[in-house]
């Protein structure tokens, strides 16, 4: 819409009133001075009045096009600084390319990455710039994307700086205003750090096990309930019991009575110890029945969140050299044997914080190597250590006990480290505090591992909550569909029975004999089609949509009916009817009774020719704890197992129509029904010998309460 002359603002640098108003005005004066001079008749001066106006307008309609093209350039200008902040923000590698696989963007991580300046990489292909394998890797990645339309995720390893790095890369179509792709966008992401970050856990997890298998004495993980989940081969050596034969069970058969066994519970093996994990020397029992005397050492281990989830016990069998040595042994010789090997990152030091000892895996996870650390202060050792741990020191000096699940740690090259950590005075002979033991155990690794196991949590229940709406929209098009079976396809159906009636009772003595069979034959058609969609609504409405009832349901008193009502209808039939009594279920009542009817109705139906005929309903155990199977066999025409797997498919049969009629949709809705119980159905049979049919559903707190 284009606005009135009059209704224009005035423009930037020019007066209010210029615009269409000052060539109006002309050409009106210029009109009374030629009728005034008799130089113009009225019409010609007219005439350049309009012309006047046209010019105003055209120039008027110019300067609004300028205004708005320079509005346009402005937020095209601005739209494309964000876009260019964002690109250039972004922590990942990230580029796009053309159809033609030219570079038209790249920010500086790809800049870095190429070891080139953008100009060097705009306008020119991975064949320009990576080498062939590489160049051919990605056209391929750029065809897959191109022809699916849809994101590619790759993991590569790329060599940056002569050093292979490992990405992972996003690849997507950017579509044009068409919807058609027009570029393609790849961003990659370094994990080599992650990567090694898992590698270095499994690793850390490794050495754990063989620092422990390592252990000279006798070493034992068991559970909070003292219940032994690991040994290692001293254990074997000292007790004379082979793994397999302790795992799993208590450590009190180790032993010597129950008061060894309750002393070290009091010492050795609760979640509140106040004091040193010192030695405690007991009294044990090996698998030969001889005893002997052991230290044994008991310490809780806790995760990083300072829950307990087990202990750790290692013994010595000091039986020998408690007869000529007990006397000299003391406390600090104890615990510095037990610093040394415990499987854990341990320092103990005296009151001036130098080092009497630390644990091998001290070692390890502060990289100290094999420097001598005896009589060095621990401050000397790690200068940046911050304040805060070392008021915890002096608390720990003064008899407290102190730790945290997880600490950082600044080291003095600026590498940073997560720790957990845990400060226990130790007390001489008189108890006095003598020292401190620290337990510090680098945890980055873990930490790491579990901030990712968390974010694939996160994809994963967005991937759940996907795929829950997906089926949600397939169970809506499959109710859909049911609604048109019923009210769709029937009226065709009941016009065809009805003009058929109608021309046999009508018309019926003009026909010859064929004629009127051929009506029959199409009322037979109408008829058998009816069938087939009452078939099909069974299958949909038992295969979706609703809620499944759960309370008992009494499969022996369903039988009963269902039999019953067989043999009012076939009174001539002679069969055996045997009905296990207490069959009782978890369950759906509509729908489990549907299911004993179809299998009884099929078992009814398969033993008509015999003479005499059996039909059994009753329950049998399963392989596993707790199962069991509900049966309904028959002694009549049976069928091929070669055909089975065709049995619970819809609208398949085994048997010919002339010789069994049905539709084929019995065995299928059994089927569904019993899936959507949550349970199993299966089938053993042979040709003449009978078939056994038979399902097993979940007890009542495993069955599902939502349909599929």
């Known amino acids: 819409m284009i606005e009135s002359p009059a209704a224009q603002p005035p423009s930037p640098g020019r007066p209010a009133g210029s615009g269409l108003r000052a060539p109006a005005g002309l050409g009106v004066l210029g009109l009374l ?155 990659a992401l370094d994990i080599t750090e992650t990567r090694r970050a898992q590698d270095a856990l499994v690793a850390s997890e490794a050495r754990l096990r063989a620092i422990f298998a390592g252990i000279g004495d006798a070493a034992i993980y068991c559970d909070t309930g003292r219940s032994i989940e690991l040994v290692n081969p001293a254990f074997t050596k000292i007790f004379g019991y082979p793994a397999q034969e302790v795992i799993g069970r208590s450590t009190a058969m ?28 007991l009294r044990y029992r090996r698998r030969d029945g001889s005893l002997f005397w052991s230290e044994s050492v008991g310490m809780p281990v806790r995760n990083d969140r300072d829950e307990l989830i087990g202990y750790l016990g290692v013994h010595r069998d000091v039986s020998a050299r408690l007869a000529t040595e007990r006397a000299l042994r003391d406390s600090e010789s104890r615990l510095r044997l037990f610093v040394e090997y415990a499987p854990a990152a341990l320092a103990m030091f005296d009151r001036d914080m130098r080092y009497l000892v630390a644990s091998h895996r001290w070692r390890q ?16 050792v790690f200068p940046e250590i911050p304040e ?84 949600r929209a397939v169970n809506a098009e499959l109710d859909s569909f049911a609604y048109a079976v019923s009210h769709d396809l029937r009226a065709p159906l009941r016009a065809l029975s009805g003009f058929s009636n109608a021309l046999i009772e009508d018309y019926g003595p003009r026909l010859d004999g064929e004629a009127r069979g051929f009506l029959g034959e199409i009322e037979n058609a109408s008829r058998r089609m009816a069938e087939l969609i009452d078939g099909l609504l069974v299958l949909s409405r ?26 009012r209808a076939e009174p001539q039939r002679q069969v055996e009817v045997r009905i296990e009594p207490g069959l009782e279920v978890c369950g759906d009542p509509r729908l489990l009774g549907q299911v004993l ?27 596993q704890a707790g199962e069991r199977w509900i049966c309904v066999a028959d ?54 010998t009978g078939a056994v049919f038979r399902f097993t559903l979940p007890e009542r707190a495993a069955l599902p309460v939502e349909a599929a």
């Open 33 to 187: 001075l030629a009728v005034w001079h008799d130089e113009w008749s009225v019409p010609a001066a007219a005439g350049i009045v309009v012309l006047a106006l046209a010019a105003g307008l055209a120039l008027r309609i110019a300067a609004l096009e300028r205004a708005a093209r320079q509005a346009l350039a402005a937020e095209l200008d601005e739209t494309r600084r964000r876009l260019d902040a964002i690109i250039g923000q972004s922590p990942s590698a990230l580029s796009l390319k053309d159809l033609d696989g030219r570079y038209v963007c790249v920010n500086g991580n790809v800049e870095r990455l190429l070891q080139r300046p953008a100009a060097g990489i705009l306008g020119r292909t991975d064949s320009e710039l990576y080498l062939p394998d590489t160049a051919r890797v990605f056209r391929e990645h750029d065809r897959q994307v191109l022809e699916t339309r849809r994101r590619h995720s790759v993991e590569e390893s790329v060599v940056v700086d002569g050093e292979p790095r490992l990405y992972i890369s996003h690849m997507f179509p950017v579509p044009d205003a068409h919807g058609e792709p027009a570029l393609v966008c790849r961003i």
């Open 388 to 471: 805060a741990w070392r008021e915890a020191h002096r608390r720990g000096l003064a008899g407290e006990v102190l730790g945290a699940p997880a600490d950082r740690f600044v080291r003095v090259d600026g590498s940073e480290q997560w720790i957990r950590w845990e400060i226990r005075p130790w007390r001489d002979a008189g108890g006095a505090v003598a020292g401190i033991v620290i337990f510090a155990d680098d945890i980055s690794a873990l930490l790491r591992a579990s901030e990712e196991v968390r974010r694939l949590n996160a994809e994963l229940e967005q991937r759940v909550e996907a795929r829950t709406a997906e089926l």
């Open 542 to 567: 038992c295969s979706s949509g609703g809620t499944l009832r759960c309370e008992p349901v009494d499969l022996s008193a369903l039988a009963a009916a269902v039999l019953a009502r067989l043999a």
């Open 254 to 281: 180790l032993y010597a009575d129950a008061a060894d066994f309750e002393a070290a519970g009091r010492v050795c093996y609760h979640p509140d110890m106040d004091s040193d994990p010192l030695p405690r020397t």
């Open 597 to 623: 009817e179809n299998l009884l109705d099929n078992a009814w139906k398969y033993t008509a020719r015999q003479p005499s005929a059996t039909i059994r309903v009753y329950a049998e155990p399963g392989a």
């Open 365 to 380: 996870d502060y990289g100290l190597g094999e420097r001598p650390l005896v009589g060095v202060s621990h401050y000397e």
């Open 635 to 688: 002694d009549g025409a049976g069928f091929d197992m070669a055909n089975a797997a065709r049995l619970f498919q819809p609208f398949q049969r085994l048997h010919r129509q002339a010789e069994f009629p049905g539709l084929g949709i019995g065995l299928a809705t059994v089927q569904r029904i019993v899936r959507r119980h949550g349970g199993r159905i299966e089938a053993r049979s042979a040709p003449g």
